[in-house]
């Protein structure tokens, strides 16, 4: 939802994705919801299919049903530990004896990260004091109220016989069971603390003025579990095969719980996600964040965001500083703005010269609209494009796989054929049997027995799952995390061999050193490796540095930039590059629901490479299938023809006036001088040819805005890749 320039609201994001939802009016407000203060309102949201539930009864419904299936169910007995072998389930230790099983769930609530500790598998979740108050019964209380939401006032009414429930998700929580969660803890409350609860009654009473003089029933305040993230941790633990965990749902349990028990039944009877549930799965979690006291410091803020405005790029300011870049605080010295994730602080954006002589701190102002940093990311984008900038990658993902072995294992877990030179590096996809994306990396082959996989900050742990559940038990090979051994160092930019080459004695040359190649260099006194490759579409080198050895090649850079002038750059810059040349972003693009050829990366696919002793390429079937079939949708690019509104995602796409997709990542590109986005469109029956699907004509509802874009298949900046391999 948007406040447009005439202070309206505007809500269109929903529009594609078959969701009921109405913009109303103040009066529209006042009149589902009498007696509301709206002074100050100047909409609303309207869900004519929201209701509520009774949690207890909707319980006791599916227990009964889940009985007539012949389910036992045993209540009253303690879970003592979790027997495994061969890290794989074996059976779970009872107070009352021991039973085997095939599959574990993990639904604990707030003792589920006990019960993952038992198991060896982190569930990183804390719970915090939750409060709400129930009035007396209010004379000539309309009755079947809709919940209200009041987000700004952080608060939710809820009428129930003549009654209203308040509650409320204040913006500082307080941390509960630091110490552990004693076992006679059941349907228990807390303590009251009404003064922690008084900034949000003295609002409700500003808002519904009858509550001013109602009699409070009931004073609650009971434990409940928020996450680090404010999303819950579902699906199969990747320290623990079959132990499936379905927990930290933050305060949206009963409208998750359907939907989360049939997405783990139908993973577990399919043996993976059969949908995209890459925002809830429990595999980006590191294993860092099940520390309790960053647990704690963290579930103080996230209790409150539930409510809070979701700005674009907002940052948690909680639990941070805890993975830093070996070259962090030299950045910091040259005013970077770091965002967090996965615990890692990455440079987003850098203070100019002027302001870092002026005292200004590096820090955001959210909008909805260009937020402060918008030119200096600008400044940053246009270096990269036109001279040469410098970009710390450290927090890259980073994976080995090492063995005899290694080549037949990529061989079939890749879509792309790994089988070759030591040196050579590949673009490449992990593909499901659907043929749809399950990771997104670049694999480098080290020497003969040795490669490494490079992937996104958030994938590692999902990444590593995949591989290591794809190893066959008589395979002679290993993977293993090795992210923190080295720093990356990105030198990108038209410039970049014209900076570097006085600095490296290795021959930088497009002959010798050709694109999609690594090797070995001097740096300063040190060695490391430069891989030529490249997510922003430039001319470039990573520099991958030993941990120990990174700050003296840092030196040798900045030395080097007193000569050769080079711009410091941030994500923000990277990220409006890369979606100017049209890459794809893994979690956003391309997903376990997105077929490669639909995600337009047919390219990458050697379906017909040969097969190894361990089997075919996984998916291979599916791609032959999918070719003869035809697609059913596809990913285009789009660039907004007015300069002004930005993208970020989810904007509905349209095509010649019907809404056909949306938008599943958006920046600004500044050289293109317009918001870029990709986005998947649903292909008409039968329809085949690119051509005809161009020549349709193409708008972007934004904030309810219908702007007109370009749509195209090819990268709208240099659709050749001309400029990576100069």
Not at 341 to 367: C, D, M, Q, V
Not at 652 to 672: A, F
Not at 699 to 724: E, H, M, R, T, W
Request: aromatic fraction near 10%.
């Amino acid at each position: 939802a948007y406040i447009n320039d005439n202070e309206e609201v505007v809500v269109k994001p929903l529009d594609g994705m078959g969701v009921e939802i109405d913009e109303i009016s103040s009066r529209e407000i006042l009149e589902k919801y009498p007696n509301l203060n709206i002074d100050d309102v100047v909409g609303g949201l309207w869900l004519p299919k929201d209701g509520q539930a009774d949690p207890v009864n909707i319980t006791l419904a599916l227990a009964k049903g889940a009985r007539n299936y012949g389910v036992q169910i045993i209540e009253g007995v303690k879970a003592t530990d979790i027997d495994k072998n061969n890290n794989k389930v074996k059976g779970v230790m009872t107070s009352e004896g021991y039973i085997e099983c095939e599959y574990i769930v993990n639904a604990g609530g707030m003792w589920a990260h006990e019960i993952g500790k038992k198991a060896g598998v982190a569930v990183p979740l804390h719970a915090c004091e939750h409060f709400y108050i129930v009035t007396e019964k209010i004379k000539d209380l309309k009755l079947n109220l809709p919940v209200l939401r009041v987000p700004d006032e952080s608060a939710y009414y809820k009428e129930d016989a003549g009654k209203i429930l308040l509650g409320c998700f204040e913006l500082k929580s307080k941390p509960w069971g630091m110490d552990g969660i004693s076992e006679d803890f059941e349907f228990d409350t807390l303590a009251d603390d009404f003064d922690h609860f008084q900034p949000i009654l003295e609002k409700a009473i500003k808002r519904l003025g009858y509550l001013e003089t109602a009699g409070i029933h009931t004073f609650f305040n009971g434990p409940e579990s928020f996450t680090a993230d404010d999303r819950y941790l579902l699906g199969e633990a990747p320290e623990l095969k079959n132990f499936f965990v379905a927990a930290g749902f933050n305060s949206v349990g009963i409208q998750s719980a359907g939907g989360a028990g049939m997405v783990l039944a139908d993973w577990m009877d399919k043996g993976n996600s059969q949908m995209d549930l890459w925002d809830v799965d429990i595999r980006r979690v590191q294993p860092f964040q099940n520390n309790r006291k960053y647990l704690r410091d963290r579930v103080t803020e996230t209790l409150g965001l539930l409510y809070a405005d979701h700005f674009p790029y907002r940052q948690v300011e909680t639990s941070r500083n805890v993975r830093l870049s070996p070259i962090h605080n030299q950045l910091k010295k040259l005013g970077a703005c770091f965002g967090e994730t996965s615990g890692w602080e990455r440079a987003n954006w850098f203070l100019t010269e002027t302001e870092i002589k002026k005292g200004i701190l590096p820090k955001y102002n959210y909008s909805w609209k260009r937020q402060n940093w918008f030119e200096n990311s600008a400044e940053e984008h246009r270096a990269i494009r036109e001279k040469v900038g410098l970009i710390d990658m450290s927090s890259f993902g980073k994976i080995k796989i090492v063995g005899k072995d290694a080549e037949d294992v990529l061989q079939m877990i890749a879509a792309n054929d790994v089988a070759i030179e030591p040196g050579k590096i590949v673009y490449t996809q992990f593909l499901n049997e659907t043929g749809c994306i399950e990771s997104d990396v670049t694999i480098t082959r080290l020497s003969l027995d040795e490669f490494l996989v490079v992937t996104p900050t958030d994938t590692v742990q999902r990444d590593l799952h995949w591989i290591r559940g794809h190893i066959p038990d008589n395979a002679n090979a290993y993977a293993i995390d090795v992210t923190a051994s080295e720093a990356v160092i990105l030198i990108m930019g038209p410039d970049a061999r014209n900076f570097l080459q006085p600095i490296i004695p290795q021959d930088l040359t497009n002959k010798n050193f050709p694109f999609s190649t690594m090797q070995e260099i001097d740096i300063g006194h040190t060695k490391a490796r430069a891989h030529r490759v490249s997510y922003v579409g430039e001319l470039g080198w990573e520099l991958y540095i030993s941990t120990d050895m990174s700050n003296h090649v840092f030196d040798e850079l900045i030395k080097r930039s007193n000569d050769y002038s080079i711009k410091y750059c941030g994500l923000h810059a990277m990220d409006s590059c890369r979606i100017e040349k049209a890459y794809r972003h893994f979690g956003h693009d391309i997903s376990n629901e997105d077929n490669v050829l639909e995600a337009g990366l047919g390219f990458v696919v050697k379906e017909n490479k040969p097969s190894t002793k361990f089997g075919s390429m996984i998916g291979k079937n599916a791609i032959i299938k999918k070719k003869n079939e035809g697609l059913n949708k596809r990913l285009l690019q789009f660039r907004l023809r007015d300069p002004e509104p930005l993208l970020y995602h989810n904007e509905p796409i349209l095509r010649d006036g019907e809404i056909v997709g949306y938008i599943t990542s958006g920046n600004y590109g500044h050289h293109l001088k317009g918001a870029i986005g990709l986005g998947y469109i649903t292909c008409r029956e039968k329809e085949e040819s690119s051509i005809s699907i161009l020549k349709s004509d193409y708008q972007i509802d934004v904030a309810g805005n219908i702007i007109d874009a370009d749509a195209s298949f090819k990268a709208l900046y240099d659709p050749k890749s001309a400029k990576v391999k100069i």
